[in-house]
Every structure is written in structure tokens, then in C-alpha cells.
């Protein structure tokens, strides 16, 4: 993986202000590795990042809120997510 798109509601103030993204490669839930994390300082529609650390490949892939969004509360909103890079079958 090398790049991600959220793509937040548009008229929803339950954006997510900072997050991780994580994978694995095994079955075992508890060996996720952080291959991105933000902290946003302010909100938006929509925005592509560059992954942090791009050189493993994973199995498995998820994102995961590390506090809270901007009303406060603890949702993870978004209306859509696409990961980008290559693809090894």
C-alpha cells in the first residue's frame, strides 16, 4: 500500500481527527502493525495520504480511531475508504 482516500460525509461534524492504519498478514488479531497514523487540524471532504511506512505488504488491512472526532465523541464516520498500491496474488 502505498496511498489511502478518506472521503468524509459532507455535512457531518463526526469526522475523524486522528487514527491509525494498521495490517497483518496472520490470522492472529494481535499482531496488527501501524502503517499510518494522523492527527488532522482540520476537516474536510476529502484527502489522499501518502502511507508512512510502505515497505511490507499486508493481508489484512483496517483503520482504526485513536480518539476522538470533532463534536467529541468517539465515532469513526466516513463514507468511504480506497487504499492504492500494488496488488500481489
Given at each position: 500500500m502505498t496511498?489511502?482516500?478518506?472521503?468524509n460525509?459532507?455535512?457531518?461534524?463526526?469526522q475523524?481527527?486522528?487514527?491509525?492504519?494498521e495490517?497483518?498478514?496472520?490470522?492472529?488479531?494481535?499482531?496488527?502493525e501501524v502503517?499510518d497514523?494522523?492527527?488532522?487540524k482540520?476537516?474536510?471532504?476529502?484527502?489522499t495520504f501518502g502511507?508512512?511506512?510502505s515497505?511490507?505488504?499486508?493481508?489484512?488491512?483496517?483503520?482504526?480511531?485513536?480518539?476522538?472526532?470533532?463534536?467529541n465523541?468517539?465515532?469513526?464516520?466516513i463514507?468511504?475508504?480506497?487504499?492504492?498500491?500494488?496488488?500481489?496474488?
Amino acid at each position: 500500500m502505498t496511498h489511502y482516500t478518506i472521503r468524509n460525509y459532507n455535512k457531518g461534524p463526526d469526522q475523524p481527527k486522528s487514527w491509525v492504519i494498521e495490517g497483518r498478514n496472520e490470522e492472529d488479531n494481535d499482531k496488527w502493525e501501524v502503517i499510518d497514523e494522523r492527527n488532522m487540524k482540520g476537516k474536510g471532504n476529502s484527502h489522499t495520504f501518502g502511507v508512512q511506512n510502505s515497505e511490507n505488504s499486508f493481508r489484512y488491512i483496517r483503520m482504526r480511531s485513536t480518539g476522538v472526532d470533532w463534536c467529541n465523541d468517539n465515532y469513526l464516520c466516513i463514507n468511504a475508504i480506497e487504499f492504492y498500491g500494488t496488488l500481489f496474488i
